[in-house]
Structures are given as C-alpha cells and as structure tokens.
C-alpha cells in the first residue's frame, strides 16, 4: 500500500517536470523504454531556459520540502554538474503568506498567554514568506520594534511525508543501480533531513545568531540583531528588527551618501573573520539577508544555514587557495592527497595536471576577474573523476563563496571582495604556516590527544573486565 502511495505521488512529481522540461533528472536512471516515451510526449519544451532555471521552476510548484532539497542540491555541484547547481542558487524561496490569524493562534501556543501579554503592536500582513515560515514586525510591550518569524503550520508534517518519500526512491536506487551507489543518495538524503530538523526548531537558529553576535562582538562594522529569548520557543523566534538597505540597493546606499567600495570591503572582512577567524559563518548571507545600516554597518538577518570548519580544514582552504594563485598545482594536488580528499590509488601527478586545467585560465587575470567561488565548484566537479570523497564542508564554503562573490558584485562591480582582504589572507597564512605555527599547531593537538588518553584508558580497561567476565569457560 506504502509503494503504491509513493509511486502516485512520483507520477504527479513526474507530470511537474515534464511540464517545466526538467525530466533530465533521470537521465542517470536507466528507465523503461516505455516510460521515457511518455515522459517525451508529456514534455513542453523549454527553448532557451537552462537546465538549472527549468528544475527550479519545478522544485518551486513540488512545494517547500523541494525548494528546501533544491537550496540544499545547489551546493552539490559534484552530484548534479556546475550548470544545474548554479540555476538552482537561484532558486527563490518564497511563497504566499498564510492567513496572519492562524500565525496568532501559533504565536500564543507557542508562548503561553495572548498575544498582548507580549505585544504592543503586532502587524498581521506578513512582511515577507518564505517555504518554512513567515515574518511579521511587532512592537514588544516594552517598545521595542522586533521581528518575529513563525513557523508554517504543518510544515513538520509535510516535510516528514516528503522526507518518507525521498528515502523509499534512495533505497531503491542504491538497491537496484548499483553503479549510482557512489553518490551516496540515502546519505544525501539524510544530511538534508538533519538540516530541515534544525530549520524546523527556531530555537537552533536563534542560538546560531547568539553564538555569530558573541563571535563578532567586537567587529565595529558587523551587527547581529539581538534575540528576544523571552518571545522565543521552537516555531517561533523574536529577533530585534534591522532597518537599513538591502545589499542590493547600491543606488539608495550612494544616494545616502555612503561608500559602496567600503561597505564591499566590509563584507569582504566579515566573510574572512567569520570562515578563518571563527571557524563558524553564515552561509546564506545573499543580499535579501544582508542589510546596510545607515552608519555603513552590515547587518545580516535570517540564520537558518550557518556552516563549520575546523582549524585543520582552514588550513587545506588556504593552501588550496594559495596554490591555484600561485600556479603551484603540484602543491594543490598534494595537499589533496595528504588531506585524504583522493585515494591513494588515484595519481598525484594526473590530478595536478587537472588541477592545471582549472586554474591555469586564471593566469595573468586581475584579481578582480577572478572567482574563487566559481574556481572551488570546478575543482569539485573535476574531483569526481579521482573518486574524491565529497566534502560537505566545503561544499557548503563553496556556495557561501559565490553568494558572497554576488553581493560585492552587487555592490561594486569593479571590485573584487579576495582583492579587499587579499592583506587579511596572506597575514592569516604567514601565522599559520610558519614552523611557529605548525609547532604550536601540532602541541595543541598533542595535548588533546593528551586530555583524551585518561579516558581511552579506562574505557579499555572496561572492555578488557567486560571481555574477561564473558569469556567463555
């Protein structure tokens, strides 16, 4: 009965695709003959729109689980090629609002007590809905002018059908296609649905933003809103409202008499403390996410999507990067081979040769010609012919790269946001990979191997008396 749900919620899936001339998606999947005849003769072509637009398109009309699986597929360039990947960053995630009465009803069930216990003023036009949630603006009964986001109502259960979904059809193909098991699509499937967990408790977010406002608390050109914990619970979140420019009105920002290359630089040095100073930035910073305030301060909004690295996979970044600039492809292959990105088996040689083909186009090009977003993407999709390991941390960097690549754009085409804080990389890189560094680097991982032996220890000693209680007569 289960598999009979499923194939008719595929068949009405199928019917979208065809109608946006994106049943491409199963070009890898070796349908019957008679299926993809009728896939063909439902079609409309499309003439002219890409790849990546058309699958948008129908990922928008599938509902929020696939707008939120089309975002998350976007950084997977490996899986589905460069082309599709970049139409899907723009995929936009928005939808109509609900009906502002059902967000009071979820507003006092979340909080306990009537919306006046919290609110002064509480605007029931929606200012902006998007696949999860939506936001209205409010003034606390203290005075305070906020945000509020909440959740849409049944949204856990229509992700929890779509999710039921997505793991039945990825069972199946790695079971019947076993030449697609290195995809890994029942552990695609399962990165994404830890994600929608975290997005579908607002209370993860609003502690994201706590912890990007404490690491940033002493940055004078980056604000985080401040959350109001006491009007926040798991399907809503209260964050204090941002009024400002959106990063995308250069003109209003000039008009305002503030200076756009400054504030490009300042996005610039935001984005490299955030990925290299603290290990911890937000990755969905697009300019409907980021706001100019009118003393030239940025202020981003919206932290559903943050993203980690430690400080052994900042240093490969910055080796990787190093080497494409410098043309040293030997350098950028080995790095790959000692980070364990490529199997021993795969040649170091052969891999710089294609590490050549990437970077050596860039050669001679102003840094401002030059886009490391677009640079990291190649090599990603290059490393699927060496049988690479994907790299979710770096996938995740990768899009953040190019969003923020968008938005100095967007804020002065003739400059390049690496070019601005090329003097903070090549400061980071000469502190940490000096023999200094890499001395202090190795004593800070001996001592947490160190910290960490007591308890080794006694969990073998454990093991051992357990092994030796059991131990047959």
Known sequence: MEGIRYRLRLLQLALILAR???LFVFDAVPLPWPVRWLGGLLTRRRPGISKGARLANALQQMGPSFIKAGQSLSTRGDLIGEDIALGLTALQDRLPAFDSARALTTLEAELGAPVATFFYEFEPVAYAAASIAQVHFAKTTEGKEVAVKILRPGIEEAFARDLALMRWVAARVEAKHPELRRLKPCA??????????????LRFEAAAAEELKENTRND????????DWRRTARRVLTTERIRGFHASDREGMIAAGLDVTRITEKAATAFFNQVFRDGFFHADMHPGNLFVLPDGRLAPVDFGIMGRITHEHQLILAEILYGFLKGDYARVARVHRTAGYIPPHVSVERFAQACRAIGQPMMGKALNEIS????FGQLLHVARMFEMETQPHLLLLQKTMVTAEGVGRGLNPGVNM???SEPLITEWAQKNFSARARVKNFTAEALEILEEAPRVLRELREYLATASQTKPS
């Open 20 to 22: 946006n001339d994106a």
């Open 372 to 375: 490391v977003g677009t640079l």
């Open 188 to 201: 695609v499937v399962e990165t994404f649905a830890d994600t929608v967990a975290m997005e579908l408790d």
């Open 220 to 227: 004078a050109d980056f604000y985080v809103p401040a959350i």
């Open 418 to 420: 690496w070019q601005l």
